[in-house]
């Protein structure tokens, strides 16, 4: 229908009517007249329907209030009054994306859905929990998600509990968790900036039920909300639903949730903290280094897109000129920046890692001399196109990191909307970009350069320090604390705290009604499509190589997958294999010194990776598929080019660079431990797998604890080690990069397939086709059970076995089994009741069956846990509605979205795994045929797998040596 503006619809004031081409929309925004009340629309032809309501929440303190908050709106509610509607939708309804977010400066509740009836359903869900939750008649809410004195008998040691508690204590064991936290508080210190709105547990258990009610019904109102709509779903319709059902209800009000800027520093300011390392780690070059500046205002469009090409320029291309100074003056190992728009006024920081402290001076000075001399000499022209391109390609692909384009719009649009600008900034681009390409040809990133970093007093220098057992320290100082404060208690007050743990126990046990239950919305069975998204592919060859063909529309962008046979290398050199990923492309080729092959990758293509992996057969981890990947992607018209890029890097890279090779493998050391330290449930779970598959070992020989240790070695002998580093380098080039085993995947639209078909023969007539036979790897069966020690205050849990092994077959039934275990038993013991952020399940087609737990507390509690979870389920009691809760919410997960890059990604992991269409059908037409019955049979495998007794944990290491009993190995993860 036709919307006019001035116009009302359903109580919405049209605003604003606009085409955003960028954004392939039409935008609507509107006012709620009756609570003034904001509302974006994004209307297209997507049918993967978003929906999200969002806060201005300036935190007012370090409690994380708004982050508790955020979690406990989603514990009940008016219309939903079980414990957890979140839950219950996760387990039961046809989301594809399902979750909330807390900012420095706002919270978000972003939905998505497929499905018209599922979209309103869960709407519904969403803003009733957001305007009427039961957290201001529950208590115990709080105490679950937020924090509380935790005694379940008198002469029990007092602790605290709390999910984001744990969270954080997590959050803070990571040492670029705590950089990042501090790098806002040092330069907008007098502002809500400098608030952790997430939490800082020495402050979290200050939070109080008042202060906790009190934010909620001061911030939580229709007048403080920002609303937005994507897709092609009715929007009169969900306006009308909106007004009716919620806003209407509310009158408008004054709510003074402004957010103040920082008053500009005079100088420079100084700010040194410490983060924890293990007692027994050296202190050297273990320091952060970060200069942070304050860069005008989000609201400033071209600005912000100009200073996000400038980070890369300098920070992040292999080319960049100011990561190369560091890195040459030997003051650290790995230099990367950030650049953070998502606050009222951005922040840049130039980061320096592995360094120390007695280098900060020299660090300032050889950043300021290095920009000066790009101020006065010019930025090399071809890295200025090649930043603004790869910019452009990000901007248009619009790829991040799986999220959906409504989700990744709803995050943009609020970082102008909640400052009082338009929401469409930082969704419109083609007008900054043409200017920013224009004017950077009269020395505009060079004035950037000047005005805000040279010339900016407005700034920090953070110096991260490490302290040796700073978290025993802390730990000892909690529960010293805890024991003063249980003396000083009263009998009265004690058992006061017994009744209220007993309280939240009892809550927290008890299931929920099926009166309760039932007021969660559901679908039917037959909402659901009867088959799954089928992916074109068409099986070709191209010069007498194998090639698959996934024909997906693609926005003239051609994804092209190279993938080489990596089983003829031995398997004492596996993992130079992963080495030679992370260099190719970053070292110079026989024709280009490695800057100026950078720029040539960024001026023609959307960027071109090296990496290894492996594929396990479909059934079987013993037999798998190692393969060395060369992904690439450009537009149409820059595909030749791009082809004679990866030709030039695949045959002429050259490994004698002696001083490049080491900085790659330092930088390589520097990234594995932030990936450690950021998916430590990750990382236990591999580590887990290598004990008893052989995929598993393979994979984690190549990416994880193994491969850390690796590099570690080779980074500390170098210089004895090079001549063998670079020999073994040349060596895996030459025998992968062949023409025996190859596979060719391209993922676009016709007219791109035979650009590549017309121009990759070049590139394959040069590459060898010289017979090399393929090696025998043989990985043993070992009960390691480790204990990971880190400096970090929690654990990553991990227990499993492979099910096939043991006399088990793959059914799609297994899949709901996966959603029953982890969405209901481990979801109530290990985070309710555990205390722990997260736990999963991870169950394969090839028999892995894991669980995992995220940011745990406990350790011994959570291995008996699993062990107990077959008893939990063979006696489970499912009525027909849960059971159909559990296989809609299994379809769910099966049928998420997939972005064309992903489609190929998935078309070419089934070719190499045996996988068919048919096998998927299969799969779910057993899903959607599951029975209680079957439930309680499969528990079964639970029971089989866990008697196995493999398992590992990764995490605090007072806490691994007070449980050494568990363990027969011990490793320090960190060196």
């Not at 007092?158 to 950089?179: C, D, H, Q, R």
């Not at 400033?300 to 300098?314: C, F, H, N, S, T």
């Not at 693609?554 to 992370?582: M, N, P, R």
Request: proline share 3%; aromatic share 10%; glycine share 6%.
């Amino acid at each position: 229908m036709t919307f006019k503006i001035n116009e009302t619809y359903n109580g919405f004031k049209l605003l604003r009517e606009e085409k955003v081409e960028e954004a392939n929309s039409i935008s609507r925004l509107f006012e709620h007249e009756k609570t003034g009340a904001r509302l974006l629309s994004l209307f297209n032809d997507d049918d993967n329907k978003v929906f999200s309501i969002s806060f201005r929440t300036p935190p007012e303190d370090h409690t994380g209030l708004p982050h508790i908050l955020e979690h406990s709106v989603l514990c009940g509610s008016r219309k939903f009054p079980t414990k957890e509607p979140f839950v219950e939708l996760m387990k039961g309804s046809l989301n594809t994306f399902l979750n909330a977010m807390t900012f420095s400066d706002k919270t978000m509740y972003p939905i998505a859905s497929k499905n018209d009836k599922d979209f309103f359903n869960i709407m519904d869900v969403y803003m009733d929990a957001v305007f009427y939750p039961n957290l201001h008649e529950i208590p115990e809410i709080l105490m679950q998600e937020g924090w509380h004195y935790h005694l379940e008998k008198k002469e029990d040691k007092l602790t605290y509990k709390g999910v984001v508690y744990n969270e954080m204590k997590g959050a803070f064991s990571s040492p670029e968790g705590v950089l990042h936290r501090k790098i806002e508080e040092s330069v907008l210190k007098d502002t809500i900036y400098a608030n952790e709105s997430g939490g800082d547990p020495d402050f979290i258990t200050d939070l109080t039920q008042e202060q906790f009610e009190e934010f909620h019904r001061k911030y939580y109102h229709p007048s403080n909300s920002y609303i937005f709509l994507y897709g092609n779903g009715d929007l009169q319709e969900q306006l009308r639903f909106i007004n009716e059902e919620y806003l209407n209800n509310f009158d408008k009000l004054e709510i003074d949730s402004h957010i103040e800027k920082q008053q500009p520093y005079e100088e420079i300011r100084n700010l040194e903290v410490n983060y924890s390392i293990s007692p027994d780690d050296d202190d050297k070059e273990k320091t952060y280094l970060s200069l942070n500046y304050v860069v005008g205002e989000s609201t400033d469009r071209e600005l912000v897109l100009g200073m996000d090409i400038l980070e890369y320029m300098l920070l992040e291309n292999p080319a960049a000129p100011l990561k190369k100074a560091l890195v040459d003056a030997n003051l650290g190992k790995d230099v990367f920046g950030s650049y953070n728009n998502s606050v009222i006024q951005p922040v840049l920081s130039i980061i320096l890692k592995n360094s120390d402290t007695d280098k900060a001076e020299e660090f300032k000075k050889v950043v300021y001399d290095t920009l000066r001399d790009l101020v006065e000499k010019g930025i090399d022209k071809d890295l200025i196109e090649a930043s603004i391109n790869i910019n452009e390609f990000k901007l248009r692909e619009s790829e991040m990191g799986g999220l959906s384009k409504g989700l990744l719009y709803a995050i943009r649009c609020m970082d102008g909307w909640l400052y009082e600008a338009d929401p469409l900034m930082h969704l419109r681009y083609e007008n900054e970009l043409q200017s920013i390409k224009e004017k950077s040809k009269t020395g505009y990133f060079e004035d950037l350069i000047k005005k805000y970093i040279l010339d900016n007093k407005h700034g920090s220098l953070l110096i991260l320090s490490p302290k040796k057992g700073m978290a025993e320290e802390r730990s000892e100082e909690v529960q010293r604390k805890l024991d003063e404060y249980k003396a000083s208690l009263s009998e009265e007050e004690i058992n006061k705290i017994v009744e209220g743990t007993k309280k939240l126990l009892q809550r927290q046990m008890t299931p929920d009604t099926k009166e309760a239950l039932s007021t969660i919305p559901l679908v039917e069975l037959e909402d659901i499509p009867n088959e799954p998204e089928k992916i074109p592919q068409v099986q070709k060859e191209i010069e007498g190589i194998k090639a698959l063909y996934q024909e997906v529309f693609t926005s003239k962008i051609a994804y092209l997958h190279l993938l080489f046979d990596a089983s003829v290398v031995e398997q004492e050199d596996i993992q130079y294999i992963a080495l030679l990923g992370s260099i190719l492309g970053k070292v110079s080729t026989e024709d280009k010194h490695y800057s100026k092959l950078s720029n040539e990758i960024n001026i023609n293509t959307g960027g071109i990776r090296f990496s290894t992996e492996s594929y396990s057969k479909d059934g079987d981890d013993q037999i798998f598929y190692p393969k060395f990947s060369v992904r690439a992607k450009a537009l149409s018209d820059k595909i030749p080019n791009m082809i004679s890029l990866i030709k030039e890097i695949i045959l002429t890279s050259k490994f004698d660079e002696d001083k490049r090779i080491k900085e790659l493998i330092s930088q390589l050391k520097s990234r594995l431990e932030m990936t450690i330290f950021d998916r430590g449930h990750s990382v236990a779970a591999n580590r887990l797998l290598s004990y008893f598959s052989p995929a598993g070992k393979y994979h984690e020989m190549i990416s994880g604890i193994s491969l850390y240790k690796f590099i570690c070695n080779l980074e500390k002998n170098f210089e004895e080690m090079k001549e063998e580093i670079k020999s073994k380098l040349k060596g895996c080039a030459k025998n992968i990069l062949n023409k025996n085993g190859l596979l060719i995947s391209v993922t676009c639209e016709d007219e791109e397939y035979k650009i590549i078909e017309n121009n990759i023969g070049d590139l394959l007539a040069g590459i060898s086709d010289e017979k090399i036979s393929q090696k025998e790897y043989s990985f043993e069966e070992v009960r390691d059970n480790e204990g990971l020690k880190t400096p970090g205050n929690v654990q990553y849990v991990a227990k499993g076995y492979n099910y096939i092994r043991l006399g088990n077959q793959y059914t799609g039934k297994l899949q709901v089994l996966k959603k029953v275990t982890s969405i209901d038993y481990l979801w109530n013991k290990v985070r309710v009741q555990g205390g722990a952020y997260g736990c999963m399940v991870r169950l394969t087609r090839a028999g892995s069956l894991i669980f995992t737990s995220y940011r745990d507390p406990n350790l011994k509690e959570t291995l008996d846990a699993y062990d107990n979870t077959f008893k939990y389920l063979k006696d489970i009691d499912i009525d027909d509605r849960e059971m159909r809760k559990y296989i809609i919410g299994t379809i769910s997960e099966m049928d998420s979205p997939l972005s064309p890059v992903l489609k190929g990604e998935k078309a070419v992991a089934d070719f190499i795994k045996g996988l068919t269409y048919d096998d998927y059908k299969k799969e779910r037409e057993e899903a959607l045929a599951t029975t209680q019955e079957d439930i309680k049979q499969l528990s079964s495998i639970y029971e089989d797998v866990m008697r196995k007794g493999f398992y590992c944990a990764m995490g605090n290491e007072s806490k691994i040596n007070k449980n050494k009993e568990l363990f027969n190995k011990f490793v320090n993860v960190f060196e």
